[in-house]
């Protein structure tokens, strides 16, 4: 190949790529446009944090009243060391479960039920624990240990520290849960509700990057706090 043949390649290559990271750029400002623009239709406030230096992306919307916030962690390939995962959280510090804490995620494979049943009756040996970092996450499975399987409620992995007080009705969330239009299919799409003394989380293990998506979890994530007692 002739140095003048190669040196028009690499000319092209680079404005290839920068045309690239000109759309990109362009791309995610318009997605934070019509984020924005629809927090401030529902009256939420919204903040971003752009990644770099190892550090993930992160979008939050948060209640005017302070009352919730939802986070989404978009991790980079070099966000620390690629341990972080993308994830969508709903958060909210009431109400709380004073007594313990409770877990709910989707449901066991019908074609592994019964032994999986068996393994999560303790979650303290290492393949019950990996089980658990399946449905519902790594990090999670770590809360999980002490926690107990929880039956009654169809369609739904649920997980309990101790007895559910009458505040908190499995049936009805599953219901919601399952009822859910997700937004991506499979587990990673499944929301995954954490009550415990700290508050209530609601997590999907996937990033959501449209408006109409935050709209619909948040409105599940409410909902579900409604189911809880405390409407917000």
């Known amino acids: 190949m002739s140095p003048a043949l190669s040196a028009t390649l690499l000319g092209l290559g680079i404005v290839a790529g920068l045309a690239f990271v000109f759309w990109l750029f362009r791309l995610q400002r ?100 990996r089980l658990v970092a399946g449905l519902v996450g790594a990090d999670l499975a770590d809360l999980a240990v002490g926690l107990r399987p929880v039956g009654g409620a169809a369609g739904v992995t649920a997980l309990a520290s101790a007895e559910l007080p009458a505040t908190i009705d499995l049936d009805t969330i599953a219901a919601s849960l399952r009822g859910w239009s997700q937004i991506r299919r499979g587990e990673e799409g499944f929301p995954i509700l954490i009550v415990s003394p700290d508050g209530v989380r609601l997590r999907l293990r996937h990033a959501i990057t449209d408006p109409d998506g935050f709209v619909s979890f948040i409105a599940l994530a409410r909902g579900v706090v409604g189911y809880l007692g405390r409407p917000i």
């Open 30 to 129: 318009a997605r934070r446009q019509a984020i924005c623009d629809m927090a401030r239709r529902q009256g939420w406030q919204a903040s971003f944090a752009v990644a770099g230096f190892g550090r993930p992306a992160r979008v939050r919307l948060r209640a005017a009243d302070g009352a919730w916030q939802v986070e989404v962690v978009q991790p980079t390939s070099q966000s620390t060391g690629g341990n972080l995962r993308q994830v969508t959280e709903f958060i909210a510090a009431r109400p709380t479960w004073p007594g313990g804490m409770v877990i709910v995620g989707p449901a066991l494979p019908p074609e592994t039920a019964s032994f999986a049943s068996m393994l999560l009756a303790s979650l303290d040996n290492p393949l019950g624990r």
